[in-house]
Each structure stands twice: as structure tokens, then as C-alpha cells.
């Protein structure tokens, strides 16, 4: 049953373009996470967030930013996008509240392709 | 270096044998997880399993703390068992979790 909904599913778009991808959980979790999964199928962490904390992975570009409306909401923008950002954006919710441990749960991804 | 190290790379099963998948950290953990990948599908988490062992149906997750290590076991395997299974690991609270490369398994009638 999905309960992280991603959209859009693919998106095919030209280097220096700008693009937003969305993110809504229906689980009333507090942190979510946006992850990126690179053609060798290594899936790294970008962003965790929720109401009081973002923690970035330092590895992470500056073009990339997070974007919360409410809790249960994350997008991802991409300012001007790269050749390598080509890759699966899947984005995470858990139910932790800062000191918990806790399952997290995947939406079905975001393929972008960067011309 | 790779913080998590999962063997095999990959496997082929008839379908009916048992298989362990094995997962190795470099570094002490705060939560790990197990998920299960399709091809081109989504994860589908199958434990959530910092210490001990748990079981669901057929798979059995253990993991060993002080070892830094966590297995899957699956028994009497299926042909829908086939796909990636992947590890991942929380080095530090909320810092989001680090994936090993996964264990594609192939499992044959």
C-alpha cells in the first residue's frame, strides 16, 4: 500500500534547467528524506528533515534544495541542473521524533534524465 | 571506503533452496534496515532490525551489534523472491541511512 506518493514519475529535461519534484506522505510521520539512486544503483542520502532540523550531506551540491509546505510535505528543487544529477530521486518518511528509532518508508521515485 | 558491505553480489537459486544474504558495517550503528528492490520497482522495507532477530514468513533477519553485522536468511525460496535486497545503516541519529551496493537474487522454477 503506498503511503509516499512522488511525482512526477520521469522527467526528461536540458542541462541549466531548473526542475521541482514532489513529495507528500499520508503516514503522519515527522522526518522525511529525499535520497538519490545513481546508475550503479548506490543509493545515497541527501536531505533529512522535519519541522525543527534540516541536516544536509555535505556531498551535496548547492543546486539541490529541499522545500517544505508542512509536515508531510518535501519537494526537491534542482536550480540549474547537470549531465550527472541523472539518476532516481526517492524520497523517505519516517515516524521519528528526534531521539527515536524508527522504520522508514520509500515512495516509488523520481527517474530524471538530463539531456 | 564503503560503510556497508553486502555479499554476495549476486545469486542464483532454484526455486525451493534456502539462501543467506550478508551485510557488514565498518562502522557502529543506530538503526539498520533490510528492503527488498524490484526492477525498477520501489523498496519495500522488509525489517527494521538494529539488534536481534526477528522473522516475517519466510525471511529471517539477525543482526549481531558487536560483530557489526546483519544477515537475511530466506527459506524455501520462490520465484517472487527474485530482485535486490538491499542493507542500509544509521551511522549517527537522523543523519538519514547509508545503502550497501545489494544482493541481486535470481531464483529459477
Known amino acids: 500500500e503506498t503511503a509516499v506518493f512522488q511525482t512526477p514519475n520521469y522527467h526528461v529535461t536540458q542541462v541549466g534547467n531548473e526542475v521541482s519534484f514532489n513529495c507528500k506522505q499520508t503516514?503522519?510521520?515527522?522526518?522525511m528524506y529525499w535520497y538519490k539512486q545513481d546508475s550503479k544503483k548506490l543509493l545515497k542520502i541527501m536531505f533529512s528533515?522535519?519541522?525543527?532540523?534540516?541536516?544536509v550531506n555535505e556531498t551535496v551540491p548547492r543546486r539541490f534544495s529541499p522545500q517544505s509546505s508542512d509536515k508531510a510535505h518535501l519537494n526537491l528543487r534542482i536550480k540549474s541542473v547537470e549531465p550527472e544529477d541523472s539518476a532516481v530521486y526517492l524520497c523517505a518518511s519516517s515516524p521519528r521524533d528526534w531521539g527515536g528509532q524508527d522504520t522508514q518508508y520509500f515512495g516509488p521515485g523520481t527517474r530524471l534524465l538530463v539531456l | 571506503g564503503q560503510q556497508v558491505q553486502q555479499s554476495p553480489a549476486s545469486l542464483v537459486l532454484q526455486e525451493g533452496e534456502n539462501a543467506e544474504l550478508q551485510c557488514n558495517f565498518s562502522?557502529?550503528?543506530?538503526?539498520m534496515q533490510w528492503f527488498y528492490q524490484r526492477p525498477g520497482g520501489s523498496l519495500v522495507s522488509l525489517f527494521y532490525n538494529p539488534s536481534g532477530t526477528k522473522q516475517s514468513g519466510r525471511l529471517t533477519s539477525t543482526t549481531v551489534i558487536k560483530e557489526r553485522r546483519s544477515s537475511l536468511h530466506i527459506s524455501s525460496s520462490q520465484t517472487t523472491d527474485s530482485g535486490t535486497y538491499l542493507c542500509a545503516m544509521e551511522p549517527n541519529y537522523a543523519q538519514g541511512l547509508t545503502f550497501g551496493l545489494g544482493t541481486r537474487v535470481s531464483v529459477f522454477p
Open positions: 562502522t557502529s550503528l543506530n538503526s
Open positions: 503516514l503522519g510521520h515527522d522526518t
Open positions: 528533515y522535519n519541522n525543527k532540523q534540516l541536516i
